[in-house]
Nanobody, 121 residues
Framework: QVQLQESGGGLVQPGGSLRLSCTAS????????MGWYRQAPGNQRELVASTIRGGSTNYADSVKGRFTISRDNAKNTVYLQMNSLKPEDTFVYYCNARVYTTTGLISNDYWGQGTQVIVSS
């Protein structure tokens, strides 16, 4: 099993910044991919940004140039630096990870519990 612990959400004014963190722990060999998704009530969860082992990153068009995803492999931690935040960035943000299991397979998705980000004046 893999546990994902998120932190860093909160209330911020438009134009402000927040940094989300997510650390993976549990029984696995290494991380294959980590990323962030967001979801509003009643809507589907959408990709914000992701990174796979090797450093390749992927961003939603709506956050390109404002958000930056980074990863510390030694700490099994992924970060999401969110700058120039807008009210439309108000969502619950979920950490996602897929890992290499101890048998060498790539796992299914694991999810964190979610952290609320509110952008409001």
């Amino acid at each position: 099993q893999v546990q994902l612990q998120e932190s860093g959400g909160g209330l911020v004014q438009p134009g402000g910044s927040l940094r989300l963190s997510c650390t993976a722990s549990g029984s696995f060999f290494s991380i294959f991919s980590m990323g962030w998704y967001r979801q509003a009530p009643g809507n589907q969860r959408e990709l914000v940004a992701s990174t796979i082992r090797g450093g390749s990153t992927n961003y939603a068009d709506s956050v390109k140039g404002r958000f930056t995803i980074s990863r510390d492999n030694a700490k099994n931690t992924v970060y999401l630096q969110m700058n120039s935040l807008k009210p439309e960035d108000t969502f619950v943000y979920y950490c996602n990870a897929r890992v290499y299991t101890t048998t060498g397979l790539i796992s299914n998705d694991y999810w964190g519990q979610g952290t609320q980000v509110i952008v409001s004046s």
